[in-house]
């Protein structure tokens, strides 16, 4: 497990791609006559923090996970998050939340992915002795929680999960090569498929370094051939993205960029190509 927040736990592909944050102390500056000013240290700031989160219909309900998401804000509720090493940050009001790219099942509409951007801030208790005491509760009560299984039945094997990310790299370059061709004018739509291609290649790329992928962590073979398909997906996109501000881009600019990312493309699939066998034969 990446971590939990409330109720919600983050493992494997439901995990966050990216997190940051920020701790600031608070500084007064007093002014003195015929001297320099002093500096007044009046304390730390409250923390803050930065998720970002892919929801994807092959490993969660969409819909529900946001809005779950959405009731926290809502409610203003105060939750602990704890990372999966038991190390717990202390409480969290979700501040903002922004959604980026979304996707819908063409024939129903119904949402199957939608990219999540969360702003965290510390929920401080002023009484230290109240602190004190609410905070030994939650953590006997989390540490329990840490060993407990995930509510979610049936969570996707790992190769499994690899080989339906591969696929789903391969759709979406197949889409975006019809853009580079041509066929498809639509700027905006292009990009959305390569984002949702760079998040797939990222994913993969994040299992090379994280234990809750066994069947590719640590494999160097994946990492650079991933590495190699994000770089490439990543030029492709700026060069995209030039065609909306500079028309005088040609499509034979994008055409060659989207051609740089077929080899990495191909070469990610080879170097788990052990992973898409194992997700047929054994179906782990």
């Not at 608070?26 to 730390?44: C, E, P, T």
């Not at 990310?165 to 498929?193: C, E, H, P, S, V």
């Not at 809750?212 to 073979?221: A, D, F, L, R």
């Amino acid at each position: 497990m990446f971590a939990q927040f409330g109720d919600i736990q983050f493992e494997n592909l439901y995990s966050p791609t990216s997190l940051d944050g920020n701790e600031n102390a608070d500084w007064v500056q007093h002014d003195l006559i015929n001297s320099k000013s002093v500096m007044q240290h009046m304390g730390d700031s409250l923390k803050n923090l930065n998720l970002s989160i892919s929801l994807r219909q092959d490993f969660c309900n969409v819909k529900d996970e946001f809005e779950k998401f959405r009731k926290y804000r809502t409610d203003g509720t105060p939750n602990q998050l704890i990372m999966g090493d038991g190390t717990v940050m202390g409480k969290f009001i979700i501040k903002e939340m922004q959604t980026g790219f979304q996707q819908l099942e063409p024939i129903t509409g119904a949402l199957i992915q939608l990219d999540l951007q969360l702003s965290l801030v510390e929920f401080f208790v002023r009484d230290p002795l109240k602190q004190q005491q609410a905070q030994a509760k939650k953590d006997s009560v989390s540490k329990k929680k840490l060993i407990k299984k995930s509510g979610r039945s049936n969570p996707v094997p790992c190769n499994t999960a690899i080989a339906k990310l591969i696929q789903f790299i391969k759709n979406n370059l197949a889409k975006i090569r019809a853009y580079a061709q041509g066929q498809d004018t639509n700027t905006n739509r292009a990009l959305g498929y390569i984002n949702v291609a760079l998040g797939d290649a990222r994913s993969i790329l994040a299992g090379t370094k994280s234990p809750n992928y066994p069947c590719v962590y640590g494999n160097s073979n994946i990492a650079v051939a991933a590495t190699a398909l994000v770089q490439a997906l990543q030029d492709l996109s700026e060069t995209i993205q030039k065609r909306l501000y500079y028309p005088i881009t040609s499509l034979l600019d994008v055409s060659i960029k989207y051609n740089t990312c077929v080899v990495p493309a191909r070469n990610l699939e080879a170097a788990c190509s052990n992973n898409i066998k194992s997700s047929i034969t054994r179906g782990n």
